[in-house]
């Protein structure tokens, strides 16, 4: 079983910092792609940053500048530092990663889901 784990967040000022981090563990073969979303109260999930497993790196355009993800392939863990943070930035991230496995036959690659991690900046 995969399953992707993530920590920090927790409640900061606006103009403050925070930093995220979500590890991949589990029978898995290798992990790929991995990035972070957020879904604020009545809004629909939605793109923050992404990394692929060379490095290469996007961002949502609300936060180019002041999000910085990054990734430790060893470790198969991935990092999203938040600085200058907004009110709007508000919202629970959730870590996602695409993992290959074993499958009969052969290798599948499946999207897996972290279990949120509550950010809210207060103004």
């Known amino acids: 079983q995969v399953q992707l784990v993530e920590s920090g967040g927790g409640l900061v000022q606006a103009g403050g910092s925070l930093r995220l981090s979500c590890v991949a563990s589990?029978?898995?073969?290798?992990?790929?792609?991995m990035g972070w979303y957020r879904q604020a109260p009545g809004k629909q999930r939605e793109s923050v940053a992404g990394?692929?497993?060379?490095?290469?790196?996007n961002y949502a355009d609300s936060v180019k500048g002041r999000f910085t993800i990054s990734r430790d392939n060893a470790k198969n863990t991935v990092h999203l530092q938040m600085d200058s943070l907004k009110p709007e930035d508000t919202a629970v991230y959730f870590c996602?990663?695409?993992?290959?496995?074993?499958?009969?036959?052969?290798?599948?690659?499946?999207?897996?889901w972290g279990q949120g991690a509550q950010v809210t900046v207060s103004s």
């Open positions: 990394i692929t497993s060379g490095g290469s790196t």
């Open positions: 996602n990663a695409d993992i290959s496995v074993l499958a009969t036959g052969g290798m599948d690659v499946y999207k897996y």
């Open positions: 589990g029978n898995l073969l290798s992990v790929n792609a």
